[in-house]
T-cell receptor
């Protein structure tokens, strides 16, 4: 069975600090996808990034960067120079291909990390 | 409108009521999903529809009944719910590609359901 662990329940930082959100996953699939989503207080999950299991290149997008380490089954997310608007719950997720009719992907989510950025 | 929309945003219902949640996606996707998000728990996948066919029912009680009349609309019919069903219900959509792989799911804002 697939599993995603986000050990950090809540993190508080002061604005402009860097912060790293940890994600560790378990899967028996050889091909899989990892995702990060942001859930602001409004409730909507916002897609941030997708990474497939073949691509271990780290990615940077503005203040966001992701570190995928297949050897340790981790997919960590770093926010550089955090801002108050970054305050949200962040979810890491792992996809599992649905075999029934070959359609859709089942996402297994971690429990999320609540990030609070204060002035 | 763009993206994934859900109505109503908030719903309070008694245990004997019947209500429906509606989801509409404007992304041209062919797969739609219902998730339940309860406090202190991971998001739980409830149902998956691919090309209007239900491909996953994640052991959801029969008091939740999904309906997918076309690839753009998804409903969740509710009847005789329990207080523990109070949660945020999220709809999502994605594009399923050749070989059955689909990529990121795009979520709606959710319906906050309270069962009294």
């Amino acid at each position: 069975a697939q599993k995603v662990t986000q050990a950090q329940t809540e993190i508080s930082v002061v604005e402009k600090e860097d912060v790293t959100l940890d994600c560790v996953y378990e899967t028996r699939d050889t091909t899989y996808y990892l995702f990060w989503y942001k859930q602001p207080p409004s409730g909507e999950l916002v897609f941030l990034i997708r990474r497939n299991s073949f691509d271990e290149q780290n990615e940077i997008s503005g203040r966001y960067s992701w570190n995928f380490q297949k050897s340790t089954s981790s997919f960590n997310f770093t926010i550089t120079a955090s801002q108050v608007v970054d305050s949200a719950v962040y979810f890491c997720a792992l996809s599992e291909k649905l075999e029934l009719t070959g359609g859709g992907n089942k996402l297994t989510f971690g429990t999320g990390t609540q990030l609070k950025v204060e002035l | 409108e763009t993206g994934v929309t859900q109505t109503p945003r908030h719903l309070v219902m008694g245990m004997t009521n019947k209500k429906s949640l509606k989801c509409e996606q404007h992304l041209g996707h062919n797969a739609m999903y219902w998730y339940k998000q309860s406090a202190k728990k991971p998001l739980e996948l409830m149902f998956v529809y691919n090309f209007k066919e239900q491909t996953e029912n994640n052991s959801v009680p029969s008091r939740f009944s999904p309906e997918c009349p076309n690839s753009s609309h998804l409903f969740l019919h509710l009847h005789t719910l329990q207080p523990e069903d109070s949660a945020l219900y999220l709809c999502a959509s994605s594009q399923v590609r050749v070989g059955g792989n689909s990529y990121e799911q795009y979520f709606g804002p959710g319906t906050r359901l309270t069962v009294t």
